[in-house]
């Protein structure tokens, strides 16, 4: 069976702000009507599992003012950096938010993070061969940064925490899964970090 061809027909603007922007847009459905649909255009994001030696996961914990709370997560951020790769854009956030550097890099998944209403994604790495950025050399955390807790999480307990709801950001979710279900089989599911977005 063929899928059917959506089409935008029209699109009215919204709001655009410095991280994203709302659009409505009228869409084409197959009952053959059309129905408006509101987008969230969202710039894209990387993050990381970092793994050292013993199966430990490092975890930050961080405010986040649309919950009202703070969220265990993984050290992630925007791809608001122009013309930097996503490899580079996930290394200076693990450095930024969690005080590491990582010898190795490997894809571990893809994720639309909400795709019901945005097209925000974020592509997310496994970080091995681990060490501390040099006290001289850390980032100065401004602003919801400046409070984050860091802590080392053993990977089998990160899934745990998952499943007792005490991880609850999407990208921590699927990255912690990921990275228990890859180490399981022997990392043999991780793709290079060239691969093509999809």
Request: charged share 25%; no cysteine.
């Amino acid at each position: 069976m063929t899928a059917f061809a959506h089409q935008t027909v029209s699109r009215v603007d919204r709001y655009a702000g410095p991280i994203f922007t709302v659009r409505t847009d009228t869409v084409t459905m197959s009952s053959g009507g059309t129905a408006n649909r509101d987008v969230v255009g969202a710039k894209s994001a990387v993050g990381v599992v970092a793994i050292d030696d013993v199966d430990r996961v490092v975890l930050i914990k961080q405010y986040r003012h649309a919950v009202g709370g703070y969220l265990w997560e993984l050290p992630a951020g925007l791809r608001d950096v122009s013309g930097e790769d996503l490899v580079t854009g996930a290394a200076r956030e693990l450095a930024e938010e969690a005080d590491l550097h990582a010898g190795r890099y490997d894809l571990l998944i893809d994720l639309h993070t909400s795709p019901g209403f945005t097209d925000e994604k974020i592509r997310i790495y496994l970080a091995r061969d681990l060490t501390p950025v040099p006290d001289a050399e850390r980032h100065q955390r401004t602003d919801e940064e400046a409070d984050l807790e860091i802590t080392w999480v053993d990977l089998g307990e990160a899934v745990a925490m998952v499943f007792r709801g005490e991880v609850t950001n999407a990208a921590a979710v699927g990255g912690i899964l990921a990275a228990a279900r890859a180490r399981d089989e022997g990392w043999a599911t991780l793709r290079p970090v060239e691969t093509p977005e999809p």
